[in-house]
C-alpha cells in the first residue's frame, strides 16, 4: 500500500514548481500556459488538452535540459490522462510512451509503471481466429499436455448442494464430466490422515479425471527441515494412477510465503526434485496473475528444468478490495490491478504471458484458480449482468487469445470473509452461463481426450465454402460488446452474445472480402478489420496413401494448376525443404536431383536442367506456394488427380 499511496502523490502533485526556473522558460510558453491554467481549473477537458498540445510543441523544441525534463514530465502524465478522459485513447498511449523517458530520468518509478499499465489498458485490438481441423496449437512437450482443447474444471466440496466430489451429485448440476478437479492441502497437513483425500481421488481414478492438488503454504518454508513431510505427500500423490499436477506454493508474488524469495525458490525445487520421480506428477508454478507493487515474478521462478506448468491465480472483479471509491487513489488502483473499467481477463493475464516470452519460459499455462465476482458484500452490489460478461470473456476469449492456456478451474467456493462472492451454486444465472461455455468442444472431458478442430489465427488465404470465424476484441471501458460482420460489402448479421462466432455457409469460389466491427455498448464501431480471402473446393493430397495435414494454409487452384505449400507435402515425401530470403527461392533435396524456384518465377531448376512450369510458386496466406505436379515430377513422383475427391495422390 505504501508504494501504491506513491503514485498517487506522484500522480496529484506532478504539476511542477515553475518559481525555481521559470526564467529559463522561453518568453512564448506563458501567453499558451496561462490558458492551459484556466482550462484546468474549469475542468475544460477539450480547451486543457487544446493549449497543452502548444506547450509541449513549444517545449519539445528546446535543448535539452533539467528544466525540460521537469517540464514535460508534468505535462505529458496530465495530458495523457485528459486524452484519456475525453476517449482519445490513441493520443493518450502516445502521450504515455513520450513521457516514459522523461520520467525514468526523473526517477518517478511508480509514474512509469503507471504509464507502462494504461498503454496496454487503453490500446485496442481485434483478431479473428478460424476453426479448422487441420490445425493444432503449439504444443510445449509437457507432462500431460493436450494436443488441443482445454483440460477444465472446479471445487465441489464447498458447494452446499455437493459437499463432496461424487459424480453423482456433481452432475446434477454440472452435466458435463469435469477433465480437472481442484482440491487443496494445507503445508504440514498429511493427507494420509484425512479421509477424504484418498475418497476423492480414487474417484477422480474411477472416471479418469485428474486433479490440481493446491498445496498451499503461507509463510517461509524450510525445505529440508521438513523433507520427511515432503516426500510422505508426494509418496502419496504418486499412489494413484491419474495424473496430478502438483501446484506448490502459489500467489507467492502477493502472499506472505514470498518474503523471502531465495527461500522460495530452494524449498519449489526441493519439492520438485522428489516429484519429477513420479511419472504421475507435474510441477506446477503458479503466482497470482498479477505482483504486488515491489514483487516480480522473476524473483521467484525456479528454473525451466523445475516448472512442467506455469499457473496462475485470476479472479475478476470490480472494486478493489470491494470498494468503490478510493478517492484519489481510484485511478491507479483500477489501472495497476485492472479493476473497474479496465477489468478484463485478457488484461488481468498480459503481464505473466510477456515475462514468459521476454525470459524464453516455453511452458504450457493454466488458470489455476479463477472466478469473476457477482455480488460485493462490502458494497451490496449486486453484479450478476457484468460477472456474466467477464465469465465469457474468461472462458471464450481468453484462449483464443493466448492458446497455450490449456486449463481453467474455477474457485466454486463461499468466502463469506471476502469483499466478492465469486462461487457459482449461490447464483444461477451465472452456473447456467458457465454450464453453456463449458459445454463447447473445445473444454475437454478426459485427459485422454482432444477436440476435432482448432482455432487458428486468421487473416486470409483460401478456405472451404462453409466457415466458422471467432472474434475476439478489446476496446478500454466497455463491457458489452456487440459484433457486426459483412461479406462483400452486404451486411451479414450482427452478435450480440460472446464468444462472438460468424458461421457462413454456401460462400461461393472466389475471391471474398470480410469485414468485422467491433462496437461498444452504444453500437458504435470502435474497432475494425478488413480481409481478404479465396473460397475454393476443398483440396486432399496424399503421400503413399497417407493424407497430408495442412495446419494453416490450404493447397489451392491457380489457372487449374494445383499448389501447395513447400513443406508439408515433400517433407512427408522424405526430401528436405529450404529456403533463401534473399532471393524468395525454395531448395528441395533428397530427391533425384536438387530442385530449386523462385516466387514469381515459372523457371524450375532440376539439378543442371531448367523447365518451365504452367505457374510460377507464389506468395498465398503468408506461405511459399509451389506447383504440386511440376515439383513432384521433378523430385522423381507419380502424381495422379481424382476428379471426384478433389485428391492430388503421390507415389513416391
Keep these: 500500500m505504501k508504494q501504491i499511496l506513491t503514485i498517487v502523490l506522484l500522480l496529484t502533485l506532478c504539476v511542477t514548481p515553475l518559481s525555481g526556473f521559470a526564467s529559463d522558460l522561453p518568453h512564448t510558453i506563458w501567453a499558451p500556459l496561462d490558458a492551459y491554467a484556466a482550462a484546468m481549473d474549469a475542468g475544460d477537458d477539450a480547451a486543457m488538452y487544446e493549449h497543452g498540445q502548444k506547450l509541449l510543441q513549444i517545449m519539445e523544441g528546446e535543448p535539452d535540459s533539467q528544466t525540460k525534463t521537469e517540464f514535460l514530465s508534468g505535462k505529458l502524465e ?29 526517477g518517478w518509478t511508480d509514474g512509469v509503471i503507471y504509464a507502462k499499465k494504461k498503454i496496454y489498458l487503453l490500446q485496442s485490438e481485434l483478431n479473428l481466429y478460424i476453426k479448422d481441423a487441420d490445425y493444432y496449437p503449439q504444443n510445449f512437450g509437457a507432462k500431460f499436455e493436450p494436443k488441443r482443447g482445454v483440460y477444465f474444471g472446479s471445487v465441489y466440496d464447498n458447494d452446499s448442494r455437493i459437499l463432496d466430489f461424487d459424480h453423482q451429485k456433481i452432475a446434477q448440476y454440472f452435466p458435463k464430466q469435469n477433465s480437472t478437479w481442484l482440491l487443496y492441502l494445507e503445508f504440514g497437513e498429511n493427507p494420509r490422515d484425512a479421509g477424504r483425500y484418498n475418497r476423492y481421488l480414487t474417484r477422480a481414478q474411477e472416471k479418469g479425471i485428474a486433479v490440481e492438488f493446491a498445496w498451499n503454504t503461507y509463510g517461509t518454508i524450510d525445505a529440508n527441515a521438513n523433507d520427511a513431510y515432503i516426500r510422505d505427500v508426494i509418496d502419496f500423490l504418486s499412489e494413484y494412477n491419474i495424473p496430478v499436477f502438483l501446484r506448490f506454493a502459489a500467489e507467492m508474488n502477493i502472499g506472505p510465503n514470498g518474503n523471502d524469495p531465495a527461500a522460495y525458490v530452494s524449498a519449489f525445487r526441493t519439492v520438485a526434485d522428489y516429484a519429477h520421480t513420479k511419472p504421475n506428477i507435474a510441477m506446477v508454478w503458479s503466482p497470482s496473475d498479477l505482483s504486488a507493487l515491489d514483487r516480480n515474478y522473476a524473483d521467484y521462478y525456479p528454473g525451466n528444468e523445475y516448472v512442467d506448468w506455469v499457473g496462475a491465480s485470476m479472479y475478476v472483479g470490480r472494486y478493489f478490495q470491494g470498494k468503490r471509491d478510493h478517492g484519489t487513489q481510484t485511478d ?11 477489468a478484463h481477463p485478457l488484461n488481468r493475464v498480459r503481464e505473466l504471458i510477456s515475462f514468459m516470452e521476454t525470459n524464453g519460459i516455453a511452458k504450457p499455462v493454466m488458470i489455476s484458480e479463477c472466478g469473476v465476482s457477482h455480488y460485493v458484500r462490502t458494497e451490496s452490489e449486486e453484479m ?13 476469449d481468453l484462449f483464443l487469445r ?6 481453467i478451474n474455477y474457485f466454486n467456493v463461499q468466502m463469506p470473509s471476502e469483499p466478492n462472492a465469486y462461487e457459482l451454486y449461490t447464483n444461477p444465472s451465472l452456473h447456467a452461463e458457465y454450464n453453456r461455455l463449458v459445454d463447447d468442444p473445445y473444454f475437454l472431458s478426459s485427459t485422454n481426450d482432444t477436440t476435432p478442430y482448432g482455432w487458428r489465427p486468421f487473416d486470409g488465404g483460401t ?9 475476439v476484441g478489446y476496446y478500454p471501458k466497455t463491457l458489452s460488446n456487440t459484433v457486426r460482420y459483412s461479406i462483400d460489402g452486404v451486411t451479414q448479421g450482427e452478435l450480440t452474445v460472446a464468444p462472438f462466432v460468424i458461421r457462413a455457409q454456401n460462400l461461393s469460389e472466389g475471391n471474398h472480402t470480410l469485414t468485422v466491427q467491433f462496437c461498444d455498448h452504444n453500437g458504435t464501431a470502435v474497432v475494425e478489420k478488413t480481409i481478404e480471402f479465396t473460397v475454393s473446393r476443398p483440396i486432399h493430397v496424399t503421400v503413399n496413401g497417407t493424407e497430408v495435414s495442412f495446419p494453416d494454409q490450404k493447397p489451392v487452384m491457380v489457372e487449374d494448376r494445383t499448389l501447395v505449400p513447400a513443406r508439408g507435402v515433400f517433407e512427408q515425401m522424405g526430401l528436405s525443404v529450404g529456403w533463401i530470403e534473399e532471393t524468395q527461392t525454395a531448395t528441395i533435396t533428397g530427391g533425384k536431383a536438387p530442385i530449386r524456384l523462385s516466387i514469381g518465377d515459372n523457371r524450375l531448376y532440376v539439378g543442371d536442367e531448367v523447365r518451365t512450369m504452367d505457374v510460377p510458386a507464389q506468395i498465398i496466406g503468408g506461405r511459399t506456394m509451389i506447383p504440386l505436379r511440376a515439383v513432384s515430377d521433378a523430385a522423381g513422383a507419380q502424381i495422379d488427380w481424382d476428379g471426384e475427391s478433389y485428391t492430388a495422390i503421390i507415389n513416391y
Aim: net charge neutral; charged share 25%.
Design 463 to 471: 478456405v472451404g465454402s462453409s466457415v466458422e470465424i471467432a472474434v
Design 384 to 396: 450478476t449482468n457484468w460477472a456474466i460478461e467477464q465469465l465469457r470473456r474468461l472462458y471464450g
Design 332 to 342: 491507479p488502483l483500477n489501472t495497476y490491478f485492472s479493476m473497474d473499467e479496465f
Design 78 to 106: 496530465q495530458l495523457s490522462r485528459c486524452a484519456e478522459r475525453l476517449g482519445r485513447y490513441a493520443e493518450a498511449i502516445d502521450l504515455h510512451r513520450r513521457y516514459l523517458p522523461y520520467g525514468e530520468s526523473m
Design 402 to 407: 493466448y492458446p497455450q492456456i490449456k486449463m
